[in-house]
């Protein structure tokens, strides 16, 4: 990666790089900041189904490339990675869409947000989709709760991490956790299907 110095400095330094049209700068990012995309990778994998299509490198590859006309509005190493995590989400959900493409969750059968979670750990592909979908109303509905709740959930970030990205209060992360949370569990119960719960 580098001679030891900052990473953070490091990539901000080839992302500016990249900003200013070096093509060879993307690949010395993706070498500068693959350890950190492996270790989101291995973290959302772990939620996957033990014969998963897709391993962590294949994931890792795949984000990459996806999130590539993204990285040039990326100004920092926290915000690449936030990107990044992104990403390997969407394609965690495609893969589940696409697995489930014949096989859809039966109407009421939505789960408490928690319970929800737990199958998202144990790689239940119908579960996956239900909260991808609530995640696309929260983001209607309050972008940053969206935002805490993808930083938290999917890319293994602190509460004071995120503060320190979104430029906010621990206090004010703590509370939109506390409300995408309650807003989740409102959409995602069973007797929410069919009913408007905006």
Partial sequence: MSDGGNPDEEVSRLL???????TEAHEK??????????RIASRQM???RPDHSLE?????????????????TA?????????????MRRILV??????NAEKRTAPGSRQPLDSLLDCYEAGAGGAILDLDEALEKLNGDAP????????????????????????????????????????LYRWLRPDSVGRDTT
Avoid at 16 to 22: E, H, K, Q, Y
Avoid at 56 to 69: I, T
Avoid at 75 to 87: C, E, H, V
């Fill in 94 to 99: 495609d893969h589940a869409r696409k697995r």
């Fill in 29 to 38: 990012l993706f070498d500068a900041v693959y350890q950190q995309l492996h």
């Fill in 75 to 87: 100004d920092s190493r926290k915000t690449f990675l936030f990107i990044a995590a992104r990403a």
């Fill in 46 to 48: 772990r939620s996957e």
């Fill in 144 to 183: 940053r709760q969206r935002e805490i709740v993808e930083l938290k959930f999917f890319g293994g970030r602190t509460i004071p991490e995120i503060a320190t990205q979104l430029s906010v209060s621990e206090a004010t992360v703590q509370s939109d956790w506390r409300l995408a949370r309650a807003k």
């Fill in 56 to 72: 962590v490198s294949g994931l890792v590859h795949e984000a990459y490339l996806r999130m590539h006309p993204f990285i040039p």
């Fill in 16 to 22: 500016a790089r990249v900003r200013a049209g070096d």
